[in-house]
Protein backbone atom coordinates (compact mmCIF):
# COMPACT_ATOMS: atom_id res chain seq x y z
CA UNK A 1 0.00 0.00 0.00
CA UNK A 2 0.77 3.63 0.10
CA UNK A 3 2.32 4.98 3.60
CA UNK A 4 4.84 7.42 4.92
CA UNK A 5 7.17 7.65 8.03
CA UNK A 6 8.26 10.90 9.19
CA UNK A 7 10.77 11.72 11.38
CA UNK A 8 8.91 12.35 15.44
CA UNK A 9 8.45 15.73 16.61
CA UNK A 10 9.20 18.04 17.90
CA UNK A 11 12.32 19.31 16.56
CA UNK A 12 13.61 22.93 18.23
CA UNK A 13 16.43 24.75 17.01
CA UNK A 14 18.34 27.74 17.18
CA UNK A 15 18.36 30.57 14.52
CA UNK A 16 20.21 30.12 11.72
CA UNK A 17 20.61 26.09 12.20
CA UNK A 18 20.45 23.31 9.48
CA UNK A 19 17.54 21.65 9.35
CA UNK A 20 16.79 17.69 8.41
CA UNK A 21 13.37 16.20 8.51
CA UNK A 22 13.70 12.75 7.38
CA UNK A 23 10.77 11.21 5.42
CA UNK A 24 10.27 7.86 3.88
CA UNK A 25 8.09 6.56 1.94
CA UNK A 26 6.28 3.49 0.57
CA UNK A 27 4.22 3.30 -2.71
CA UNK A 28 2.63 1.62 -5.64
CA UNK A 29 3.33 2.79 -9.09
CA UNK A 30 5.35 6.15 -9.46
CA UNK A 31 4.37 8.26 -6.23
CA UNK A 32 4.93 12.24 -6.90
CA UNK A 33 6.32 13.57 -3.59
CA UNK A 34 5.73 16.58 -1.46
CA UNK A 35 6.12 18.39 1.72
CA UNK A 36 3.44 20.85 2.82
CA UNK A 37 3.45 23.48 5.70
CA UNK A 38 0.99 24.10 7.96
CA UNK A 39 1.38 27.37 10.40
CA UNK A 40 -0.70 28.15 13.17
CA UNK A 41 -4.49 28.28 12.72
CA UNK A 42 -4.24 28.08 9.17
CA UNK A 43 -4.29 25.35 6.03
CA UNK A 44 -1.60 23.41 4.69
CA UNK A 45 0.39 25.23 2.51
CA UNK A 46 2.47 23.24 -0.47
CA UNK A 47 6.24 24.03 -0.21
CA UNK A 48 7.98 21.65 -2.59
CA UNK A 49 7.34 18.95 -4.62
CA UNK A 50 9.24 16.58 -7.03
CA UNK A 51 7.70 14.06 -9.30
CA UNK A 52 10.09 11.65 -10.76
CA UNK A 53 13.14 10.14 -8.96
CA UNK A 54 16.30 12.24 -8.76
CA UNK A 55 14.05 15.53 -9.05
CA UNK A 56 15.05 18.27 -6.44
CA UNK A 57 12.00 20.12 -5.41
CA UNK A 58 12.97 23.32 -3.83
CA UNK A 59 11.22 26.75 -2.22
CA UNK A 60 12.23 29.59 0.48
CA UNK A 61 15.56 28.04 0.89
CA UNK A 62 14.28 24.65 1.69
CA UNK A 63 15.35 21.41 -0.55
CA UNK A 64 14.36 17.57 -0.85
CA UNK A 65 15.71 14.85 -3.04
CA UNK A 66 13.66 12.45 -4.87
CA UNK A 67 15.61 8.98 -3.71
CA UNK A 68 14.29 6.17 -5.27
CA UNK A 69 17.17 4.08 -4.34
CA UNK A 70 16.39 5.03 -0.40
CA UNK A 71 12.48 5.63 -0.65
CA UNK A 72 12.91 8.87 0.50
CA UNK A 73 12.64 12.67 0.53
CA UNK A 74 14.12 14.07 3.16
CA UNK A 75 14.04 18.15 3.96
CA UNK A 76 16.51 20.25 4.52
CA UNK A 77 17.48 23.78 4.95
CA UNK A 78 20.80 24.98 5.41
CA UNK A 79 20.16 28.33 7.78
CA UNK A 80 16.40 28.49 10.00
CA UNK A 81 14.38 31.56 10.70
CA UNK A 82 12.08 31.88 13.38
CA UNK A 83 9.42 32.21 10.74
CA UNK A 84 10.01 28.89 9.84
CA UNK A 85 8.68 27.33 13.22
CA UNK A 86 5.67 25.29 11.63
CA UNK A 87 4.21 22.18 11.35
CA UNK A 88 5.58 20.07 8.24
CA UNK A 89 4.51 17.72 6.64
CA UNK A 90 5.34 14.92 3.81
CA UNK A 91 2.98 13.51 1.46
CA UNK A 92 2.83 11.37 -1.51
CA UNK A 93 -0.03 11.18 -4.39
CA UNK A 94 0.13 6.82 -5.59
CA UNK A 95 0.85 7.64 -9.62
CA UNK A 96 -1.92 5.19 -10.02
CA UNK A 97 -4.27 7.90 -11.50
CA UNK A 98 -5.53 9.26 -8.37
CA UNK A 99 -4.08 12.21 -6.89
CA UNK A 100 -5.11 11.75 -3.47
CA UNK A 101 -2.70 12.30 -0.73
CA UNK A 102 -1.15 10.35 1.95
CA UNK A 103 0.57 12.39 4.54
CA UNK A 104 2.89 11.19 7.37
CA UNK A 105 2.23 12.27 11.12
CA UNK A 106 3.61 15.84 10.26
CA UNK A 107 7.17 17.68 12.45
CA UNK A 108 6.76 20.13 14.80
CA UNK A 109 9.45 22.85 14.23
CA UNK A 110 10.21 25.60 16.73
CA UNK A 111 13.38 27.84 15.94
CA UNK A 112 14.48 30.16 18.64
CA UNK A 113 16.16 33.16 18.45
CA UNK B 1 -6.38 35.38 -6.98
CA UNK B 2 -8.87 33.88 -4.36
CA UNK B 3 -7.77 30.82 -2.77
CA UNK B 4 -10.28 27.78 -1.33
CA UNK B 5 -12.62 29.09 0.80
CA UNK B 6 -14.12 27.43 3.50
CA UNK B 7 -17.12 28.95 5.76
CA UNK B 8 -17.41 28.88 8.66
CA UNK B 9 -14.14 29.12 10.29
CA UNK B 10 -14.80 28.02 13.90
CA UNK B 11 -18.18 26.30 14.73
CA UNK B 12 -19.38 25.02 17.91
CA UNK B 13 -22.78 23.21 18.90
CA UNK B 14 -24.45 20.80 20.72
CA UNK B 15 -24.28 16.95 20.46
CA UNK B 16 -27.18 15.93 18.10
CA UNK B 17 -27.51 19.02 15.82
CA UNK B 18 -26.60 18.86 12.67
CA UNK B 19 -23.35 20.31 11.05
CA UNK B 20 -23.02 21.83 7.63
CA UNK B 21 -19.52 22.92 6.55
CA UNK B 22 -18.97 24.91 3.13
CA UNK B 23 -16.46 24.79 -0.06
CA UNK B 24 -15.55 26.83 -2.56
CA UNK B 25 -12.59 25.40 -4.28
CA UNK B 26 -10.34 27.46 -6.43
CA UNK B 27 -12.24 28.09 -9.80
CA UNK B 28 -11.00 25.88 -12.74
CA UNK B 29 -9.96 23.22 -10.34
CA UNK B 30 -11.55 19.68 -11.13
CA UNK B 31 -10.39 18.12 -7.70
CA UNK B 32 -12.05 18.38 -4.57
CA UNK B 33 -11.00 16.70 -1.02
CA UNK B 34 -12.40 17.08 2.23
CA UNK B 35 -9.84 15.87 5.37
CA UNK B 36 -10.32 15.47 9.08
CA UNK B 37 -7.66 16.47 10.87
CA UNK B 38 -6.75 15.78 15.16
CA UNK B 39 -4.30 15.29 17.27
CA UNK B 40 -4.87 11.56 17.22
CA UNK B 41 -4.97 10.35 14.14
CA UNK B 42 -3.39 13.46 12.16
CA UNK B 43 -4.52 13.85 8.43
CA UNK B 44 -7.44 11.79 7.36
CA UNK B 45 -9.00 11.93 3.69
CA UNK B 46 -12.78 11.84 3.97
CA UNK B 47 -13.81 11.59 0.28
CA UNK B 48 -12.60 13.28 -2.85
CA UNK B 49 -14.29 14.45 -5.96
CA UNK B 50 -13.44 14.74 -9.59
CA UNK B 51 -15.43 16.67 -12.14
CA UNK B 52 -18.48 16.64 -9.43
CA UNK B 53 -18.89 13.22 -9.08
CA UNK B 54 -17.55 11.46 -5.71
CA UNK B 55 -14.65 8.96 -6.17
CA UNK B 56 -13.95 7.63 -3.01
CA UNK B 57 -15.56 7.99 -0.15
CA UNK B 58 -13.76 4.85 1.88
CA UNK B 59 -12.56 7.39 4.43
CA UNK B 60 -15.92 9.09 5.48
CA UNK B 61 -16.48 7.93 8.65
CA UNK B 62 -20.24 6.37 9.10
CA UNK B 63 -22.88 7.14 7.68
CA UNK B 64 -23.82 10.79 9.95
CA UNK B 65 -21.41 11.79 7.72
CA UNK B 66 -22.57 12.82 3.84
CA UNK B 67 -20.94 14.82 1.48
CA UNK B 68 -22.48 16.91 -2.06
CA UNK B 69 -20.85 19.02 -4.70
CA UNK B 70 -23.80 20.41 -6.61
CA UNK B 71 -21.64 22.03 -8.96
CA UNK B 72 -17.94 22.82 -9.73
CA UNK B 73 -17.53 25.76 -7.63
CA UNK B 74 -19.24 24.52 -4.40
CA UNK B 75 -19.11 21.28 -1.80
CA UNK B 76 -20.52 20.92 1.55
CA UNK B 77 -19.91 18.14 4.46
CA UNK B 78 -22.48 17.04 6.42
CA UNK B 79 -22.71 15.93 10.13
CA UNK B 80 -26.03 14.45 11.29
CA UNK B 81 -26.18 14.18 14.44
CA UNK B 82 -23.51 15.14 15.45
CA UNK B 83 -21.16 13.49 18.24
CA UNK B 84 -18.33 14.91 20.30
CA UNK B 85 -15.97 12.88 18.84
CA UNK B 86 -16.67 14.36 15.37
CA UNK B 87 -14.45 17.48 17.10
CA UNK B 88 -11.89 18.40 14.62
CA UNK B 89 -10.52 20.58 12.09
CA UNK B 90 -11.82 19.92 8.50
CA UNK B 91 -10.11 20.90 5.53
CA UNK B 92 -11.05 21.36 1.84
CA UNK B 93 -8.54 21.14 -1.05
CA UNK B 94 -8.97 21.60 -4.52
CA UNK B 95 -6.72 20.46 -7.09
CA UNK B 96 -6.41 21.24 -11.11
CA UNK B 97 -7.06 17.74 -12.16
CA UNK B 98 -6.43 14.39 -10.72
CA UNK B 99 -3.17 13.88 -12.44
CA UNK B 100 -1.15 12.52 -9.61
CA UNK B 101 1.70 15.48 -9.58
CA UNK B 102 -0.81 18.06 -9.05
CA UNK B 103 -0.06 19.82 -6.06
CA UNK B 104 -3.50 20.58 -3.70
CA UNK B 105 -4.43 23.93 -2.31
CA UNK B 106 -5.86 23.83 1.17
CA UNK B 107 -8.59 26.46 2.81
CA UNK B 108 -7.75 27.32 6.07
CA UNK B 109 -10.10 25.00 7.77
CA UNK B 110 -13.40 25.03 9.84
CA UNK B 111 -12.83 24.51 13.46
CA UNK B 112 -15.78 21.88 14.52
CA UNK B 113 -16.39 21.46 18.37
CA UNK B 114 -19.30 19.54 19.13
CA UNK B 115 -20.26 19.75 23.15
Known amino acids: GNSVTQMEGPVTLSEEAFLTINCTYT??????LFWYVQYPGEGLQLLLKATKADDKGSNKGFEATYRKETTSFHLEKGSVQVSDSAVYFC????????????FGTGTRLTVIP | DAGVIQSPRHEVTEMGQEVTLRCKPISGHNSLFWYRQTMMRGLELLIYFNNNVPIDDSGMPEDRFSAKMPNASFSTLKIQPSEPRDSAVYFC?????????????FGDGTRLSIL
Open chain 1, 27 to 32: ATGYPS
Open chain 1, 91 to 102: ALTSGTGANNLF
Open chain 2, 93 to 105: ASSLDKRSNQPQH
